[in-house]
C-alpha cells in the first residue's frame, strides 16, 4: 500500500494518523514511513524518541522538499508499504506524495476551523487522481461522543461530496500520549487500517 496523509491545515493528527498506520503496516512488511513536513518535529523525531520503535520492519526517512517525488520515487519498490506524512501550507509537497499514492487519508478534527481547507485539499486530489488513480477521504479524529460535531462534520462533506471513512478515532488520552512510543495495540486505528486494506 502506498498512503499520503496529508492536510493543508497545521494541528489536524495527521503526524499521529501517519505514525499508527505506519506501524501496522509494518505488521505486515516492510514500510516506509517518510517525514515530509519541514516545519515541526514529525514522524522522525517521533520515531527516535521510541526505544522500541521497530527499525527493521518500519524505516523512516525525512524528505521534505521541492523533490519529493524525484527522490522517493526508485526507493517504492524496496517497501511493501509507504506512508508519507505531510506538513501543512504546502500544496507542492502534498501533490507530489499524491502522485506516488494509492491512497489519500486527510485526518480532520470535527470543527469549523479544520474544515476550511478540505475543500482544495480535495481539489488537488482530484488533479492527481486524473494522471494516476487514487482514493481520497476524510478521517474523522480526536472525535468526543459527548458533541454532534462528528455527525454535522459528516453531514457537511456528505453535502459537499467529500468522501469520508467510516472509521474514525475517538478523542482518547492514549493518543494524546502516544508520541515517542511504538504501540503494538493501534486502537481506533486499527479499524481505520482495516478499512484501507479492504479498499485496496
Same mark, same amino acid.
Given at each position: 500500500m502506498r498512503l499520503t496523509v496529508g492536510h493543508l491545515k497545521g494541528g489536524t493528527g495527521k503526524t499521529t494518523t501517519a505514525v499508527h498506520l505506519a506501524l501496522?503496516?509494518?505488521?505486515?512488511?516492510?514500510?516506509?514511513?517518510?517525514?515530509?513536513?519541514?516545519?515541526?518535529?514529525?514522524?522522525?523525531?517521533?520515531?527516535?524518541? =521510541? @526505544?522500541?520503535?521497530?527499525? &527493521?520492519?518500519?524505516?523512516?526517512?525525512?524528505? !521534505?522538499?521541492?523533490?519529493? #517525488?524525484?527522490?522517493?520515487?526508485?526507493?517504492l519498490i524496496d517497501y511493501a508499504h509507504v506512508v508519507i506524512d505531510v506538513g501543512p501550507k504546502n500544496p507542492n509537497l502534498l501533490t507530489q506524495a499524491m502522485s506516488l499514492s494509492e491512497h489519500l487519508v486527510v485526518p480532520l478534527r470535527p470543527t469549523g476551523a479544520d474544515l476550511a481547507a478540505v475543500e482544495r485539499v480535495f481539489e488537488l486530489a482530484a488533479e492527481a487522481d486524473a494522471l494516476s488513480?487514487?482514493? =481520497? @477521504?476524510?478521517?474523522?479524529? &480526536?472525535?468526543?461522543?459527548?458533541?454532534?460535531? !462528528?455527525?454535522?462534520?459528516? #453531514?457537511?462533506?456528505?453535502?459537499?461530496?467529500?468522501?469520508?471513512?467510516?472509521?474514525?478515532?475517538?478523542?482518547?488520552?492514549?493518543?494524546?500520549?502516544?508520541?515517542?512510543?511504538?504501540?503494538e495495540d493501534l486502537g481506533d486505528y486499527e479499524t481505520v487500517l482495516s478499512e484501507l486494506i479492504e479498499e485496496s
Open positions: 501496522g503496516l509494518a505488521r505486515q512488511g516492510r514500510t516506509l514511513l517518510v517525514d515530509a513536513d519541514p516545519d515541526q518535529d514529525g514522524a522522525l523525531a517521533w520515531s527516535q524518541e =521510541a @526505544a522500541d520503535w521497530p527499525a &527493521d520492519r518500519c524505516i523512516v526517512i525525512e524528505a !521534505a522538499d521541492r523533490h519529493l #517525488a524525484r527522490q522517493l520515487r526508485p526507493m488513480p487514487l482514493t =481520497a @477521504a476524510l478521517l474523522l479524529v &480526536d472525535v468526543d461522543s459527548r458533541w454532534k460535531s !462528528a455527525g454535522e462534520a459528516r #453531514a457537511w462533506a456528505e453535502q459537499q461530496e467529500i468522501p469520508t471513512m467510516t472509521a474514525h478515532v475517538r478523542h482518547l488520552i492514549e493518543f494524546a500520549v502516544s508520541r515517542g512510543t511504538a504501540p
